[in-house]
T-cell receptor, first 113, second 114 residues
Framework: KQEVTQIPAALSVPEGENLVLNCSFT??????LQWFRQDPGKGLTSLLL?????REQTSGRLNASLDKSSGRSTLYIAASQPGDSATYLC????????????FGGGTRLMVKP | NAGVTQTPKFQVLKTGQSMTLQCAQD?????MYWYRQDPGMGLRLIYY???????DKGEVPNGYNVSRLNKREFSLRLESAAPSQTSVYFC?????????????FGEGSRLTVL
């Protein structure tokens, strides 16, 4: 059974710092990996999706990387801002699991002004 | 562009009552999903519908039923609510898995069962 872990569970940084959020998964036979942002009391917003054949994806100040062999993905946030404060979740879709995604527990990020 | 719309946003039920959560998407997606989110448990898939006319169980289907009414709408029904079903419920949709498979979520429905 696929297990997805995100460490740390919570992170607090001063504004302007570059930071890395980690996501690890136990089964490397993934179809893709998706990073989401969730604001308090809100739904999930898709940030980046990396297909299994890709190494990284970039969107603005966000860069997500994927290393299937080691079962890891990172989300890099450059020049963090207070508006980046949210919970960040990663989710993996398996090759043989139809439409089922397995989610990590999330990293709660606070960026202090 | 509304995306994925869920109703109601909040609901309080008594044990044993029934209710239906409604979900509609306007992105012409084939696949739709219902997840629940609980503290310390993350997001877990309840049911999904790969395409109109099909539904399948996810990780935690017990106590729930679903209906894929048409391509746009996917409802989740609690026939006899239990306190263990207190949770935040999210509907999501995506294109076929053979495409990018990117998932889009609704805002959530917060359910409390007393």
């Amino acid at each position: 059974k696929q297990e997805v872990t995100q460490i740390p569970a919570a992170l607090s940084v001063p504004e302007g710092e570059n930071l890395v959020l980690n996501c690890s998964f136990t089964d490397s036979a993934i179809y893709n990996l998706q990073w989401f942002r969730q604001d308090p009391g809100k739904g999930l917003t898709s940030l980046l999706l990396i297909q299994s054949s890709q190494r990284e994806q970039t969107s603005g100040r966000l860069n997500a990387s994927l290393d299937k062999s080691s079962g890891r993905s990172t989300l890099y946030i450059a020049a963090s801002q207070p508006g980046d404060s949210a919970t960040y979740l990663c989710a993996v879709r398996m090759n043989n699991a139809g439409n089922m995604l397995t989610f990590g527990g999330g990293t709660r990020l606070m960026v202090k002004p | 562009n509304a995306g994925v719309t869920q109703t109601p946003k909040f609901q309080v039920l008594k044990t044993g009552q029934s209710m239906t959560l409604q979900c509609a998407q306007d992105m012409n997606h084939n696949s739709m999903y219902w997840y629940r989110q609980d503290p310390g448990m993350g997001l877990r898939l309840i049911y999904y519908s790969a395409s109109e006319g099909t539904t399948d169980k996810g990780e935690v289907p017990n106590g729930y039923n679903v209906s894929r009414l048409n391509k746009r709408e996917f409802s989740l029904r609690l026939e006899s609510a239990a306190p263990s079903q207190t949770s935040v419920y999210f509907c999501a949709s995506s294109e076929q898995p053979t495409s990018t498979g990117e998932l889009f979520f609704g805002e959530g429905s917060r359910l409390t069962v007393l």
